[in-house]
């Protein structure tokens, strides 16, 4: 599976951005995506997910704020971001693993496939 994420840029604190992962070269329904970023000089932290079944997860810092889904026929994941903080200013990531369940969406390593990663600043 190829995935490519986009949708990153610069916004003011308190504004909006959308990111896409569009995914190739696999059955994207049966895979769960996860959505991850990396700060600079910080380690790489689980953001949010959504298994193949439609359950999501998000860490603790984004709930309420970010929202995941997904579009099957679409081949893509989304990640829809509000209300944005200085704080979630980081590189994001789109991953895909064939194997999540609940107890392992929030370990990177469960994940197989990578995007390259879109950048998301936000100003205060």
């Known amino acids: 599976v190829q995935l490519q994420a986009y949708g990153g840029g610069l916004v003011e604190a308190g504004g909006s951005l959308r990111l896409s992962c569009a995914a190739s070269?696999?059955?994207?329904?049966?895979?769960?995506m996860g959505w991850f970023r990396q700060a600079p000089g910080k380690e790489r932290e689980f953001v949010a997910a959504?298994?193949?079944?439609?359950?999501?997860y998000y860490a603790t810092s984004v709930k309420g704020r970010f929202t995941v889904s997904r579009d099957n026929a679409k081949n893509a994941a989304y990640l829809q971001m509000n209300s944005l903080k200085p704080d979630d200013t980081a590189v994001y990531y789109c991953?895909?693993?064939?194997?999540?369940?609940?107890?392992?969406?929030?370990?990177?390593?469960?994940?197989?496939?990578w995007g390259q990663g879109t950048v998301v600043t936000v100003s205060s």
């Open positions: 959504i298994r193949s079944s439609g359950h999501t």
């Open positions: 070269g696999g059955t994207f329904s049966r895979y769960g």
């Open positions: 991953a895909a693993s064939s194997s999540l369940i609940t107890s392992t969406v929030r370990d990177y390593q469960q994940y197989y496939y």
